[in-house]
């Protein structure tokens, strides 16, 4: 049931063991079975823990994430301490599915999933400058590259400005002459 797995234990007291597959169990000698998942209201996995006679209920993401996800001193300077699901899928904790976000950036990521497509477009197409892919809007651009639609016009509002860290730019899109796109350059 658990080959493939990579085990850390984590805790203070290594009662508890955590796969980079998002699951969890005791580390007692004998017992090969995954705790209990429960969803939350808003649909993230937890645990309960029994730490010091107490109940602790552990988000599954957070105990992964601190196992298997590098923190690094830039996500700490930049207050990135909350989780992205990087495919949108609370329920999906595979560590290579997690990274580490500011709380505003995992919200709107974990809200654009939820509440999916607005009903009206959110911005002028955009085109990606590699493939020529064009997007309806920034909705399905920051869906495509793993951005947030805030991320998406950061970087629309640095091009005009000469930033060279920019990678978008205005263009117009040929069957739509009368609308302006944004470039993404990747």
Not at 55 to 68: E, G, M
Not at 83 to 104: F, M, P, T, V
Request: net charge neutral; with cysteine; aromatic share 12%.
């Amino acid at each position: 049931m658990f080959e493939n797995e990579r085990w850390q234990y984590f805790g203070e007291s290594n009662k508890y063991l955590v796969s980079d597959h998002g699951r969890i169990k005791r580390a007692m000698a004998g017992e090969d079975k995954a705790l209990a998942q429960h969803l939350n209201p808003k649909g993230a996995p937890y645990v309960i823990l029994y730490v010091g006679g107490d109940r602790v209920y552990k988000q599954v993401n957070t105990i992964v994430a601190s196992a298997f996800v590098p923190h690094t001193a830039e996500n700490v300077s930049h207050q990135e301490n909350f989780i992205w699901h990087n495919d949108g899928n609370q329920r999906n904790c595979y560590a290579e599915n997690l990274k580490w976000a500011r709380r505003s950036l995992v919200l709107e990521w974990n809200s654009m999933h939820r509440d999916g497509p607005p009903l009206e477009p959110v911005s002028a197409p955009i085109r990606n400058c590699s493939s020529g892919t064009v997007y309806f809007d920034a909705y399905d651009a920051a869906i495509a590259f793993g951005m947030t639609m805030t991320q998406i016009f950061f970087e629309i509002e640095r091009w005009p400005m000469g930033d060279p860290k920019a990678t978008l730019s205005y263009h117009a899109v040929a069957d739509r002459p009368h609308m302006r796109s944004v470039h993404i350059i990747h």
